[in-house]
């Protein structure tokens, strides 16, 4: 396998000549995508079989250091997409839901992720709780005042909550990531409205893995707001910490397009997962081929 590799479009400044990566890293990869292996059923640890395009297109990357993360687009390459096949519906509600659903929940991981948000707390209200939403948001926005001024000194920082209705018809309440612990006692009173309950997530060293855990717990509560919050935000996160962004054009089959991400981006690591569009039934899957490399 040529380690070689030609690539165009790069954000850093000069363009930048790729020559052969080391072996031994790119046959580990390799060894992780190989899709003989994986037509066969692999063994244990083996990624799934990759489309065919795969084995050689031009994949459009996105690259997300402060994340871990990286995507790859597979490029089409003539003929007809699947989700532009004639007799589709141009514009499906459902699937439209789902994609926005899918877009707020990958940007709620990112975010998490990039500005290390793992410490978690459900913000409640005492007595028959609160059932106006704009009221429930200002409550919230004067919270979020209020400990910035006493625990961070008055200097902004990044969070994310979501709003969730109490099932159990108790009005609204708030599910909180800071990207450090408060006391309990010390955000029950500057809430001031009820209750806090933290929730404690272990990090096992691993502060990355922690983010995406407690990520995923929001981005949950961020499928239910479509249905109970029509038409507003969904979510709500401090402005000005948007993860950086990186884009390249890389012609190669998937192993190398990953590793030569991972040895510009990640220092060499190998990714710890690797998720791929082929693990979804073609019907399910309308668009080019997608890998997504996690990292940490």
């Known amino acids: 396998?040529?380690?070689?590799?030609?690539?165009?479009?790069?954000?850093?400044?000069?363009?930048l000549a790729v020559g052969s990566l080391q072996d031994?890293?790119?046959?580990?990869?390799?060894?992780?995508?190989?899709?003989?292996?994986?037509?066969?059923?692999?063994s244990e640890g083996t990624a799934p079989r990759l489309d065919s395009a795969t084995h050689l297109t031009r994949w459009h990357c996105k690259v997300l250091p402060d994340?871990?993360?990286?995507?790859?687009?597979?490029?089409?390459?003539?003929?007809?997409?699947?989700?532009?096949?004639?007799?589709?519906?141009?514009?499906?509600?459902l699937r439209a839901r789902q994609e926005a659903e899918r877009r707020a929940r990958t940007k709620t991981r990112r975010y998490?992720?990039?500005?290390?948000?793992?410490?978690?707390?459900?913000?409640?209200?005492?007595?028959?709780?609160?059932?106006?939403?704009?009221?429930?948001?200002?409550?919230?926005?004067?919270?979020?005042?209020?400990?910035?001024?006493t625990q961070w000194r008055g200097k902004a920082f990044p969070y994310l909550w979501v709003a969730e209705l109490h099932p159990g018809g108790?009005?609204?309440?708030?599910?909180?990531?800071?990207?450090r612990y408060v006391l309990k006692e010390r955000l029950a009173e500057i809430w001031g409205h009820g209750f806090v309950d933290p929730i404690k997530i272990s990090t096992?060293?691993?502060?990355?893995?922690?983010?995406?855990?407690?990520?995923?717990?929001?981005?949950?509560?961020?499928?239910?707001?479509?249905?109970?919050?029509?038409?507003?935000?969904?979510?709500k996160c401090a402005e000005g910490y948007q993860p950086r962004e990186e884009v390249e054009s890389v012609q190669a089959i998937g192993a190398v397009a990953?590793?030569?991400?991972?040895?510009f981006y990640f220092n060499g690591a190998k990714?710890?997962?690797?998720?791929?569009?082929?693990?979804l039934p073609e019907e399910d899957w309308r668009g080019p081929p997608i890998m997504v490399a996690f990292y940490g």
């Open 204 to 235: 096992k060293g691993n502060e990355a893995a922690a983010c995406r855990v407690a990520a995923s717990y929001v981005a949950k509560y961020v499928s239910k707001a479509y249905e109970t919050v029509p038409n507003r935000n969904r979510y």
């Open 258 to 263: 990953i590793a030569h991400v991972s040895e």
């Open 112 to 149: 998490c992720t990039a500005n290390k948000l793992f410490r978690m707390s459900t913000l409640t209200y005492r007595g028959d709780g609160q059932h106006d939403y704009r009221q429930m948001c200002e409550d919230v926005r004067r919270f979020m005042v209020r400990l910035r001024n």
């Open 271 to 279: 990714p710890v997962r690797i998720w791929s569009s082929s693990e």
């Open 67 to 93: 994340c871990g993360e990286a995507t790859f687009v597979g490029a089409v390459m003539g003929g007809v997409r699947r989700d532009a096949e004639p007799g589709r519906p141009t514009i499906d509600p």
């Open 24 to 42: 031994t890293h790119q046959e580990a990869v390799s060894a992780r995508l190989d899709p003989k292996s994986a037509e066969k059923g692999g």
């Open 1 to 15: 396998m040529s380690g070689k590799l030609e690539t165009d479009s790069l954000t850093r400044s000069g363009r």
């Open 170 to 179: 108790h009005g609204w309440h708030v599910h909180l990531l800071l990207p």
